[in-house]
């Protein structure tokens, strides 16, 4: 099977990318660079900051997740944390079930098809 193109892939991520930080930041609180990687081990490939900062800062802006400055325990730059608000979590819920049913939906067209 072959992978989607990069354009194709970030076309998927500008639906989707703001429920995969809620969903990630479901179970703990995280910092950019930290969700950058997740999102990449995962297979979503590199999504750069310029995605997905401005994410992080609407997500907070629309009240969805809070952040904070913490200071490191050893060594490095100070880093802002993000964590999902009760909110953002009932958000992720709803838009979690919908988004899974339109993904089903989607499947079912396609496995209509005579896919190779």
């Given at each position: ?60 802006g629309s009240g969805l997740v809070t952040s904070t400055?913490?200071?490191?325990v050893s060594s490095g730059p100070a880093r802002k ?22 993904t089903d939906r989607v499947a079912g067209i396609l ?6």
């Open positions: 099977m072959s992978s989607p193109s990069s354009e194709q892939r970030a076309q998927w991520l500008r639906g989707v990318l703001d429920l995969c930080i809620l969903a990630a930041l479901a179970s703990h609180e995280s910092y950019g660079y930290e969700l950058s990687r997740m999102f990449e081990a995962e297979g979503l490939g590199v999504i750069p900051g310029g995605t997905l900062y401005p994410a992080l800062t609407r997500l907070r400055w913490r200071e490191p944390y993000y964590a999902l608000t009760d909110k953002g979590r009932d958000v992720l819920r709803e838009g979690g079930l919908a988004w899974l049913e339109f496995r209509k098809e005579d896919l190779p």
